[in-house]
Nanobody, 119 residues
């Protein structure tokens, strides 16, 4: 059974930084893409970033390019999202997700962690 546990959210002022962590268990990492999504109040969930576990290729939404960095640590079974130059519009619940590399949809999700950026 796949389990994803996020941590690292909180309240930060605009321009500040946070690092989110997602510790994964129950999956064969080499077969998976790991992603971060977010959902703001009253809005649909949106893609933020993803990384392929085996080769480390990364992908970013245009809204976060140059500010956010995704990375994985195989030894710790953890994916990180380093968020710099945060803006109030980055305020959302951030979710970690996993999908098999040959599938289109993410099938496993964490419980989410709140990120609030004050102006």
């Amino acid at each position: 059974q796949v389990r994803l546990v996020e941590s690292g959210g909180g309240l930060v002022q605009a321009g500040g930084s946070l690092r989110l962590s997602c510790t994964a268990s129950g999956l064969r990492f080499s077969n998976y893409f790991m992603g971060w999504f977010r959902q703001a109040p009253g809005k649909e969930r949106e893609f933020v970033s993803s990384v392929t576990w085996n080769d480390g290729n990364t992908y970013y939404a245009d809204s976060v390019k140059g500010r956010f960095t995704i990375a994985r640590d195989s030894a710790k079974s953890t994916v990180y999202l380093q968020m710099n130059s945060l803006k109030p519009e980055d305020t959302a619940v951030y979710y970690c997700a996993a999908r098999l590399s040959y599938k289109v949809s993410y099938s496993d999700w964490g419980q989410g962690t709140q990120v609030t950026v004050s102006s």
